[in-house]
Each structure stands twice: as C-alpha cells, then as structure tokens.
C-alpha cells in the first residue's frame, strides 16, 4: 500500500516549499496601520502678512487673501514634546503666480483627536525668511529682501545642532542655511554634477539637467547631526530613468561630499515626499503616485538602509505602510467608515516619533486640490501605529521621550 500524498517524499518537500513561501510573502507584506490621531488645519486659514494670491481664483477662491494663506506644508520636525514646526512651500506652485507669498516655518500644535483632543490644530508661532546680508548673487523680488515664492521653493528642512535650519530648494536646487530667526547664513549652496552643477528649469545660472519642481522635496539627517541627506524628487539627465540621488553633505558648512545611491521608484511617473531618519543607515521615504481622491491608487512609505545596495546603487527598500488602506476602528476622521485612505495628490510630511509611531501630512496645494469632494483639501495631521517595530535611535523620536 502507498503513502499518503502528504507523507511521501515528494509531498514533504512540496509542503515544505509553500510554507517557505507563504511564509516569505507574510514577512515581506507590509505591516497593518492603525490611525491612533488625527487633526485637521481648514483649508481658508490665514496669518499676518501682507496680502497673498493676486494671481489666483480657483474652486471658489479668488485672490488677493487678506494675510498670508497657511498652506504647503512640505517637511516637519520636532520644535517640542507638543508642537512641530512645518515648511511652507514656494506657495501656489510657481514663479509667477507666487510672487506674493512668504515662504515660512509655522509652529503648529495638533490637538489629535484619538488622543484626548478636538482635532484641530493651534498655529503657534511663525520664521519668516529674509536675506538681510545679500548672500543671494541674483535679483530679489522684494527691496526688503524679505524672500519670496518667486526667489525660492523649500521643500525640505533639518534643524542642525546649533538650531539652525538647513532647507532643500527645488529652484536652484540649493542647499539654503537660516539662523533660527529666519535670516540666511550664506550664499545658496549649488549641487554638484561631475564638474558642473544639477539645475532646474527655474535656476539662473544656466541650462536645466533636471526638470521643474523636481529638486529637494526630502531631506533628513543622521541621527548625531552631522550628515545632511538631501534627496532629488527628480532623475538628473544621464541617470537612468526613475533613479533618485541621494546625496550627502556636512551638516556644518553644507559642503556637499558626493552621492551616497539612487532610490528607485516603483514608477518612473511617480514622486517622493519626504524622508525622515530612524538610525544611522535606515531611514522613511514617502513615495506617491500625482493622482488624488478615488482615482489615487499608490501612497505608501518605505524603509530603506543606506548601506544596503545593489550593483546599480540602488538602495534596499522595503514597504512600511500603504496611505490608503490604514485600519480607523474608532473613526477617527468622522467618516462614518472604519478603514481610512490618505487620498492626497502631495503627501510630504513624514516624522519618526517612536519605534511604533509616525506622523504624516499633506500639502493641500491651496486653493487647487480635492481630494475629499466636495471642498478643497484641509491640511490634514495623522498620528499612524505601525506594528512593525522600527530599530530607532535613542536619539530619533518625541524630545525627552
């Protein structure tokens, strides 16, 4: 009499093989998300400042604002246990139409629902840039050199051990150094590119290698505060399609000391928005497709180690969270659903704050996007539980932790 299937041979390796996968792709599956907090800025907030939006009328909204729209977040950090300082973007998405906006890190304290609060979000204090100095070699739009959208878009920030600001711009792109007041240490620090320098179709300095609005959306730093990691939202010309440089750079001086790898992008159409560090070598990457609302279909944020590369210099990357499939058991958004989608077309705001929490946000691109019909987009302030534990830095995470 034979063997049961199950008992031969043949069955035992065949069982042992699915197991083995079955057991592969569980491990390789990203962890469940869980929103523990939420807050939310509406999208019509304002603060002091002259009048902003001259060349906008959109979804209802017409310039000039009375004030200076509260919008673009674009990078976080810590400012305390509490409270986080957000960067504001170039403002309404060029040059020429924003003119007329300041560009500003705003001090913001969510009051996250699901953690005993209202879900709103206090506007506490604010850094307004300027150049007193005249570190700038080209034209100002202002006499005042207070900057502008139309001199620079910020899109990524770090505070140095000094507590000063280092931010990515995608104008140049440059490396942009502020003392905690706002005002510019030296002059813009060009990116380098075997002899020449990466720039973008808005630098002044001469021919565009890298298309507009695709310079340093991300930028982080290692957890001593020494090495800046600015990251390219764009591929330079020459590089091999979908291939993001990750260079690295004194977080003293900003001297750039050459590229550290590419990130890949699972889609040569699709965008990064932020990174923010876990431990020396590992850090998050958000990376995005340009769609919004229903029609979104990749959000997700990544893992990667620095020092794990493949032949090509791409960097290792592992898939940490998917926006748009993250468990809200308690409905936390009020949207009568208990699964929750981060449907934003820009999500650039990722921070670490401890070994099973982040914190994510998205730029509202005010007054243009809707990606929750029918309004446009509210800035929208996630605390998000991940169940997958990351190795942090004793040093990474909410101050005094």
Known sequence: MSKPFYQSWFGRLAIALLSFFFAFKLSAAPSQTTLIGFASLAADSYAPGSDAGAKISANGRTGPFKGQPVQGFSAVQFADRSSFWFLTDNGFGSKDNSADFFPRLYRAAPNFRGQGGDGTVTIISLVQFADPDRKVPFKLTRSDRSLTGADFDPESFVIAKDRSFWIGDEFGPYLLHFDRDGKLLQSPIETPNQGSFVRSPQNPSGAANLASSKGFESMAMNPDRTILYPMLEGTVKGDPEGFLRIYKADATTGKFQGMVGYYKLEDPNNATGDIAVINENEYLVIERDNKQGDEAQFKKIYKINLTKQAQD???????????????????????????????????????????????????????????????????????????QSLNLDSRIGLPNR
């Open 313 to 387: 210099r791409t960097i290792e990357k592992q898939e940490i969270v998917d926006l748009l499939n993250i468990q809200d058991p308690n409905d936390l958004n009020k949207d009568e659903n208990t699964r929750f989608r981060f449907p934003f077309q820009t999500i650039e705001d990722v921070l670490v704050i401890d070994a099973n929490t982040i914190l994510v946000a998205n730029d509202n691109n005010y007054p243009f996007s809707i990606a929750r019909p029918p309004g446009i987009d509210n800035t929208e302030i996630l605390l998000l539980k991940i169940s």
